[in-house]
């Protein structure tokens, strides 16, 4: 009981916020994610739903590290997955959870992938973005994308909004480098498009967005890396 412990304790627990305390697991279970980039430069997008354990949009930059000798590989040319061990995803969004084991996969491990690489370490470097989802969120009629990476060659991840929505990674080249704000993401807005699957970027296309100071950006578009669409967002 409480009142048997000594007096300093009392002044301890009456001093933990709650954000100290310890947190029942909120969101767990498998959370699949979409694996992109090359070198040391790598990412992660969680597979999102819009309803538990998997209702967020995260993103994280990562580092592989093989059971084998060799280094991760490029992760750039195509889709690429990772089935991870069983975990809290609100863990992982706080970045309490620090590094994970995994299995890589060519293409979709729901659907047909082929195993590359077992028993991976996932190293989490940083979170770069998190954003819980819900089915009543206002929709965006415009189509907006997060940028990953540095330099000209760079990542767009479609921000996710409301149901049905789409998820989709794309590789991009920039007519020039975006700085980053405040150690967030850099975000780019296609206001001449609906926000739409099939409305979404396609190879090829060079297009003109426009950043979070209203200025226009010029890019094209590399490859599609990976597109599911929702509300399940199964391929």
């Known amino acids: 009981m409480l009142m048997a412990l000594p007096p300093a304790y009392h002044l301890v627990l009456q001093q933990l916020s709650q954000e100290d ?13 979409v694996l992109f980039g ?16 998997h209702d ?14 060799g280094a991760p ?8 997955t990772v089935q991870p061990e069983r975990f809290d995803l609100d863990a992982l969004a706080r970045g309490q959870l620090k590094r994970f084991r995994a299995t890589v996969y060519r293409g979709n491990f729901e659907g047909g992938g082929t195993p590359l690489h077992r028993d991976v370490t996932v190293k989490v470097e940083a979170v770069e973005q998190v954003r819980f989802l819900s089915e009543q969120a206002p929709e965006t009629p415009e189509p907006r994308y997060l940028v990953l990476g540095s330099g000209k060659d760079v990542y767009l991840v479609h921000v996710l909004s409301r149901a049905p929505d789409f998820d989709q990674v794309v590789k991009v080249t920039l007519d020039k480098p975006l700085r980053r704000k405040d150690g967030k993401p850099p975000v780019l807005r296609f206001e001449r498009r609906e926000n739409l699957a099939d409305k979404r970027l396609r190879a090829g ?3 003109s967005a426009t950043d979070e100071d ?17 509300p399940d967002f199964t391929p």
Do not use: C, N, W
């Open 214 to 230: 209203g200025k226009p950006v010029r890019l094209t578009l590399q490859r599609e890396l990976s597109f599911l669409a929702g």
């Open 21 to 33: 305390r310890p947190t029942a697991p909120q969101r767990m279970g498998i959370h699949g994610m």
């Open 56 to 69: 967020v949009q995260l993103l994280l930059s990562v580092t592989l590290e093989l059971p084998e000798s």
């Open 38 to 53: 090359s070198g040391k430069h790598l990412f992660l997008s969680h597979i999102p739903m819009f309803h538990r354990p």
């Open 73 to 80: 590989g490029d992760f750039s040319d195509g889709t690429y």
């Open 205 to 207: 296309e060079q297009l």
